[in-house]
Structures are given as structure tokens and as C-alpha cells.
């Protein structure tokens, strides 16, 4: 008998236990350039948790290979969900399973219609988590009018106009209108890890806040983020638990949302030669120190 | 009056194309002298006319070495008309209804009613025309709406002063000049002066997997300020030998008229087919013409626009979608003749497996044909790395003060959108499809009949391999 798929039909995040996304020594390289040299990070569903690192460093490579980009090679490591390996999985598998990545740079698909996009996305995701729980139910998507409900609604938490719904998808958008996009597609998609690559660049101080309001509506029990910025700017809106420093494709600091305020104090040299010295442009004298923790790294690993 | 279908008179055995043939045909269809004549100068030409090889600049990349003209049965036996579509014999009607790839269910369009109605239908079945029907009162106000046929025997006038004699005589080409000896069947539309017929017509021709040469011919007649709406369909299931096709149109846009056209060529994969299209624009008209191009096994066709009047425009749109061996090649001429003109082409495509395209676009502007403006491009998406494309636009220009524009396009599907589409959980082929649709879509959604559309949809899915689906929410 065909079971009525609600909105909520394919939802992930009403799950009793809670999920968790760990990256385990992850090296990654594209074209023979090695990018990513052994990244460990363990995010549980419910926290949020910033990345910084001056541009280069590598966190958009990361991202991109926590959603499956082809370009790019794991070389060693694994990054797993609730215990499952990804990596054979491909970007849409990784969707389904409740991964989200918000594009630093959203790609524009001329002549695709964003609200036609947005409904077969939905309904894509939808039905796959539903096959899940539901392997001998058939999936029936909701109506469209249901559909356009939810979709307006979540477009005005972030402010934007109907018109977007008629439009082509990001083409021509503005910067702030692209990643506005991106936020919406996540409330649709309800995902259970989002990681957000550079969401407040190009924003003004207005459209920062939208956006921010955006994410924090959908912050909760059942929603773990990566947010990766290289400002401090971004984490007074969006608060983080968890702070991670990347240099040279590896995380070299890990601490409390001070972390992020001190690096915006001291800069991205004191982090270097605080905690990677072998990192730094000029030779240091401390002793290498692989991976400091300021604070809050018992709870991060705690629940591993 | 015999208006019954009767079987068919015993089908002639003949092969290969000759002057005995030409003068078979017309007598089967007791035509006139004239038209017998026009028969026999139009054979001349093209016995005088060799068959073009890679030699020749319009056939440098498309070879007729496996083409056998010898085996190629000249024409079928001549039917009577239907009264009714029910007098239809069932498979006629079946493969009228669903014709074409993929058994598409084209149902709604054939009944000339509910959702999309229309203000007339004419239905061909391989040669003959079988049954056409035209709303009474668009008839009352002097539109025809026949099978050319019947208008040599009925309008015998109009036919001898428009057909091939302008717009594509048989002296355009080799297939031309067979097209005059051997037409058959096919639709004659006359729109008088200032009359707009609101509903759009629509012809289709469904020719058998094992049809004899189907040789139809379309000829579009709007007088100073008419407007009419023509869909021409041409669809066939693929056969096991060698099919043949060789059509001409031809579009007359009188003073202030103005004239879409849509054609949409589906043949079956056997099918050779060779088609002239042109349009000759009296001042002050609009033209829309636009060729949706996805059967035949090759395809060699001419899209003309003669801009023969002060303020004439012609907009040429085409989409073609070649899969698995499929050879097209187009050309299109944007032909200015006098001042004060402009043309607007845009030849959009999608070519996966090993199809091939050829497109040579030439807009050429007489001395004389000050302001003219024209536009042309080209654009193509490949789906495979062994698809090919070739693109050739090119200008003549013999006046000073013109603006002219063209430019060609090619790639493959971007990987950063294939990436961005499934990282948003759409399969591959789901996003493939919506960047193919994307693609099309500027040429799409300047098609104002939505069965047209629909009936694009579908076929894109169909090349793309993908199942059929409920429609899309716009
Ligand atoms: N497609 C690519 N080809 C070659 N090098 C790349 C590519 N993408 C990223 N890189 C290199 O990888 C490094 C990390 O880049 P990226 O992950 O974008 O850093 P971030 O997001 O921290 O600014 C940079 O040195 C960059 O030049
Ligand atoms: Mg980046």
C-alpha cells in the first residue's frame, strides 16, 4: 500500500540515536598535488563546528570530497557516516544519505528553472530516505501544492522574492542571492551534516544576517554544520561549539569558539608558528607540536 | 465520385528513378498536362544535374556512397480520401496516432479537439493524403486547407503560380529537381488578404517502416496582412531496408503577414532524407519558422529565408538531437535582399553516441540591402566524446552599412554542473537531462504551442534513454 510521503516523509533527523560524520586521516590530492595531508575530524549530529584557515589552505578541497567531487583523489583516510564509508558513494548517494554541501561558488545552470530544480531535488532525496526506512512501501511524492507551501515558507525566512521560483538557477544571481540559494536548497533538502564553504563571502552586512538567520533556523538536535570561513565575522551570527584551524591541507589547531576570536586578534601567523611551526615560511625554533586542543578537544573526541 | 478508401490499386513494381516513372506517377494520378509537364522539365534538370559527391563544397562531409537511388521504389499506390477518421483502416490510423520512436502517444494532438484544438488536419499515410478536415468557418472566409493534390485539380491557378516556381524551384539542387518530378501528396494552405486564422493547422505524414520514397511537399500561401499557425509532422517507424525522403517547403509571407511555422522530422533511422525549406518575406512581414530535426538515418536540408521586402523578418530556430549514427547536415541561408531587413537564427543541439552534425550557415547580403540586420549562431552540446561537430558559419556581405553577427558554439556537458546537480541528490542522467533541457530551453520556450513543447520533452527523454515521466512543474 502506497504510504503518503509528508514533507517530513524522508526526514533524517527524527532518528532516536544521532548520527555522526567522521574524518578519519584524510589525504586527498588533484593532478599529483597533494592538498589534503591527513585530516581528522569527528562531528556529531546537533554541533556546530567553524573551520578557518587562510585561502589555499584547503578547506574547499575538503568540502568538495566530503560530497563526492570527481576531480579529486583520496589518497588515504576514510571519512565515514555512522560508521559506513562514503567514498565509494557518489554525490547523490551522499545526498540522500543527509549530507549538504553550501557552495563557496554555486555553479549557474542556464535554462533550469529553479523551482522545477528545487521540486525534483526535493523529491529525489525525499524518496530515497523513504526507500530506506520503507524498502517495500511505495514512495508517493507530495502534491505540488503542498511542495510550493513548504518552498515559500522557506524562502521567507530568508527574504527572498517569489520571483526567484521563475528564474534560472543562479544564473545572473547576485552574490548574496546565490548563497542565499544555497541555504534555501538545504531547508528543503534537510540534510543531516552541512557543511557551508565560505557562505558570508561577497555578503554585506544585510544579506549576512539573513543568511545567518537562515542557518540558525535550522540549527538543532538533529542538524550538525561545518561552517568554513576564514573571517571571525561569520561565527558572531552563526555561533560554533567547535573551532578548527587548517594550514597546509591539515588541522593544526582545534579549540572553543575563543579560538576564533583569538586568531582574529592575532592573526594567522600566530596560529602557525603557535601550533605548526613546520608549517611556517620562516624556519621556527619551537618544537613541532602535531596538533594542539584548547579547552574543548576532550569534548570533541568524547564521543567517539 | 469514389470518396470511399478502396484498396489500394496494385502497387507498382517499379525501382529506381526514370522519365517512364514520372510519367507513371502522373498518369496514376490523372493530373493535367501542365502539371505532367512541369513533371518532365523538372526530370530534365535532374538527369542533367550529377549526384554530389564530397567534391562538391555543400557535400564535403556527407557522403551518399551507401545510398542505392536504384532500389528506391519512385512512388506508392494512390488512395482515395477518408470522410471520416474512422474510415481510416485501424494500423493506418494506429501508426498516425503513435508513429515515430518510443510509440510516443500523440493522441491528443490527433484529435483536432479538447486540449489542443486546431483549425484544421490533414493526415497523409506514405504518399497520399488521406483524410483533411478545416473548421467551416475559418473555410467560410476563403482559408484552403487541401491536399496538394486536390489543388492542382482545384486550384489549378494558385498552384501554377506558386509552386516551385519561387521560393524552391527544381533548379535549386539535385533533390529539388526530384522533389518536382516526383511530389506526391502533401499540403496546400491559402490565407487571403487579411484574414488571421487563430488556431494553428497541422499535417502529419506517417510513412511505413517499408514506404516507397515519400516525396511531400508543403506550400504555404498568406496574402498581404493574413496570419496563420502551420505544424508539419513527419513521422516514421524504422525499417529494416532503406528508406527515402525528399521534401520541399516552401513559405510565401505576403505584405504584413506573418507565418509560424514548426516542422518536426522524426523519420525512422533507415531513412534518407533531403529536404529544402524556404521562405520568401514580402515587406513589411514576420516569418517564424522552426525545425525540430531527431529521425532519419542522415539527414542533408536547407533552411532558406529570402527577405524580399523593406522591414521583412525571418526567424529561424532550430533544434536537432542526434543519437547512435545519425548524420545531419544543415544548411541555413539568410538571404537579404532588400533594405531595411532582418533575420534571427539560432540552430541549437544535442548529439551523443557517435552522431554527427554538419552546419554551414551563410547569411549573405545583397548589394543594395542597406540595415540590414542579422543574427546567426550555432551552439552545441556533446554527450559523448565520439559525437562530432562541425560548424561553418559564414558571411557575404555586398553592402556597407549592415550589422551582421554570428559565432558557433561546442562542448561537452560541464562537469561543475554535473557535480552541483547530483551533490543535490538527482541521479546522473536526471541531472544530464536537465542540463540537456536547459540548453534547449531558449529555443523552447520561444514555442508558444505547448503539445509542441511536450512533444519535445518526451523526445529529448526518449534520446536521453531516460523512461517517460509526468510532466514537469514550470
Ligand atoms: N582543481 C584544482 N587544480 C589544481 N589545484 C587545485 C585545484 N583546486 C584546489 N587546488 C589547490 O589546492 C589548494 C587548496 O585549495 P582550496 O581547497 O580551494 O583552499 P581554500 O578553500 O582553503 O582556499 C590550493 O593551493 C589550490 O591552488
Ligand atoms: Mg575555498
Known amino acids: 500500500m502506497p504510504i503518503e510521503a509528508s514533507p517530513g516523509g524522508g526526514t533524517l533527523r527524527g532518528e ?192 549576512l544576517r539573513i543568511v545567518a538567520e537562515g542557518v540558525n533556523a535550522q540549527l538543532g538536535p538533529g542538524l550538525g554544520v561545518l561552517v568554513i570561513t576564514h573571517y571571525q565575522r561569520l561565527l558572531e551570527y552563526i555561533k560554533p561549539q567547535f573551532v578548527h584551524v587548517m594550514i597546509n591541507g591539515r588541522i593544526v589547531a582545534d579549540g572553543g569558539p575563543e579560538l576564533a576570536k583569538e586568531l582574529d586578534v592575532k592573526g594567522y601567523d600566530w596560529v602557525r608558528a603557535e601550533f605548526a611551526p613546520e608549517e611556517a615560511p620562516v624556519a621556527a625554533e619551537t618544537p613541532a607540536l602535531a596538533r594542539a586542543s584548547l579547552g574543548v578537544k576532550q569534548s570533541l573526541t568524547g564521543r567517539q | 465520385m469514389d470518396t470511399t478508401l478502396t484498396r489500394p490499386a496494385e502497387a507498382p513494381q517499379m525501382r529506381g528513378f526514370s522519365r517512364e516513372a514520372v510519367e507513371a506517377l502522373s498518369r496514376a494520378k490523372g493530373e493535367p498536362d501542365w502539371a505532367l509537364e512541369a513533371r518532365l522539365a523538372a526530370w530534365e534538370i535532374y538527369d542533367n544535374t550529377p549526384l554530389p559527391t564530397q567534391r562538391d563544397e555543400a557535400w564535403r562531409r556527407t557522403s551518399l556512397r551507401a545510398l542505392k537511388l536504384d532500389d528506391v521504389r519512385p512512388f506508392g499506390a494512390t488512395r482515395g480520401l ?183 522530422q522524426d523519420w525512422g533511422r533507415h531513412v534518407y532524407h533531403f529536404n529544402t525549406q524556404r521562405v520568401v518575406a514580402e515587406r513589411d512581414s514576420t516569418t517564424r519558422s522552426l525545425s525540430i530535426l531527431l ?87 556533446l554527450l559523448s566524446d565520439k559525437a562530432r561537430v562541425d560548424s561553418m558559419p559564414k558571411l557575404e556581405i555586398g553592402a556597407n552599412d549592415v550589422r551582421c553577427t554570428h559565432g558557433a558554439t561546442m562542448g561537452q556537458v560541464d562537469r561543475d554542473q554535473l557535480f552541483y546537480l547530483s551533490s543535490r541528490g538527482l541521479e546522473r542522467s536526471e541531472a544530464e537531462r536537465l542540463i540537456v533541457e536547459g540548453f534547449l530551453d531558449e529555443i523552447i520556450q520561444r514555442i508558444p504551442l505547448e503539445e509542441v513543447r511536450d512533444r519535445l520533452h518526451a523526445a529529448i527523454q526518449q534520446k536521453m534513454g531516460l523512461p517517460a515521466r509526468e510532466g514537469d512543474e514550470g
Open chain 1, 16 to 207: 532516536s540515536t544521532l548520527s555522526t560524520l567522521e574524518i578519519k586521516n584524510l589525504h586527498a590530492k588533484i593532478e599529483d598535488k597533494e592538498i589534503l595531508r591527513g585530516v581528522n575530524l569527528t562531528i556529531n549530529q546537533g554541533e556546530v563546528h567553524a573551520m578557518m584557515g587562510v585561502n589555499g589552505s584547503g578547506k574547499s578541497t575538503l568540502a568538495y570530497i566530503l560530497m563526492g567531487h570527481p576531480a579529486y583523489e583520496v589518497t588515504e583516510g576514510d571519512i565515514l557516516l555512522d560508521g559506513e564509508s562514503v567514498l565509494e558513494m557518489e554525490p547523490d548517494e551522499r545526498a540522500h544519505k543527509g549530507l549538504f554541501l553550501a557552495f563557496q561558488y554555486p555553479t549557474a545552470i542556464p535554462g533550469v528553472n529553479v523551482a522545477n530544480f528545487l521540486r525534483l531535488s526535493a523529491n529525489a532525496v525525499q524518496k530515497a530516505r523513504f526507500q530506506e526506512a520503507n524498502p517495500d512501501a511505495e514512495y508517493k511524492a507530495p502534491p505540488v501544492a503542498e511542495f510550493r507551501k513548504r518552498l515559500v515558507e522557506k524562502m521567507g525566512v530568508l527574504k527572498m522574492d517569489r520571483s526567484f521560483m521563475a528564474r534560472y538557477l543562479n544564473e545572473g544571481f547576485s552574490g548574496g542571492e546565490k548563497k542565499r540559494m544555497e541555504i534555501l536548497q538545504m531547508a528543503m533538502l534537510e540534510p543531516k551534516f552541512a557543511i557551508m564553504d565560505e557562505t558570508d563571502s561577497g555578503l554585506d552586512i544585510d544579506a
Open chain 2, 82 to 264: 477518408a470522410r471520416s477518421l474512422d474510415e481510416i483502416p485501424a494500423a493506418v490510423r494506429a501508426g498516425l496516432e503513435e508513429g515515430g520512436e518510443g510509440g510516443r502517444d500523440l493522441r491528443a494532438s490527433f484529435e483536432a479537439s479538447g486540449t489542443t484544438p486546431r483549425a484544421g488536419l490533414l493526415l497523409q499515410h506514405n504518399s497520399s493524403v488521406l483524410y483533411h478536415t478545416l473548421n467551416e468557418d475559418v473555410a467560410a472566409q476563403g482559408v484552403i486547407f487541401t491536399g496538394l493534390d486536390e489543388a492542382v485539380r482545384d486550384h489549378p491557378e494558385l498552384v501554377q503560380r506558386y509552386f516551385m516556381t519561387g521560393a524552391v524551384p527544381p533548379t535549386h539542387d539535385k533533390f529539388a529537381a526530384l522533389h518536382g518530378a516526383f511530389w506526391s501528396g502533401g499540403t496546400f494552405i491559402y490565407v487571403p488578404r487579411n484574414c488571421a486564422v487563430e488556431l494553428p493547422l497541422q499535417s502529419r505524414v506517417y510513412a511505413d517502416a517499408d514506404a516507397p520514397a515519400v516525396f511531400a511537399h508543403t506550400l504555404i500561401v498568406a496574402e498581404e496582412g493574413a496570419e496563420v499557425v502551420f505544424i508539419d509532422e513527419f513521422v516514421s517507424p524504422t525499417g529494416e531496408g532503406q528508406g527515402f525522403s525528399d521534401g520541399a517547403v516552401e513559405i510565401y509571407t505576403g505584405q504584413g503577414a506573418q507565418v509560424r511555422y514548426f516542422s518536426v
Open chain 2, 295 to 381: 529521425g532519419s538515418k542522415l539527414t542533408k536540408s536547407n533552411v532558406e529565408s529570402a527577405l524580399d521586402g523593406p522591414g521583412a523578418t525571418s526567424e529561424m530556430l532550430g533544434i536537432y538531437f542526434g543519437d547512435g549514427t545519425q548524420h545531419f547536415d544543415q544548411h541555413t541561408l539568410q538571404d537579404h535582399l532588400k533594405p531595411n531587413t532582418t533575420s534571427d537564427l539560432l540552430f541549437k543541439g544535442v548529439l551523443r553516441d557517435r552522431a554527427r552534425q554538419v552546419f554551414a550557415g551563410l547569411i549573405r547580403v545583397e548589394p543594395g540591402a542597406q540595415k540590414t540586420d542579422a543574427y546567426q549562431a550555432n551552439r552545441n552540446l
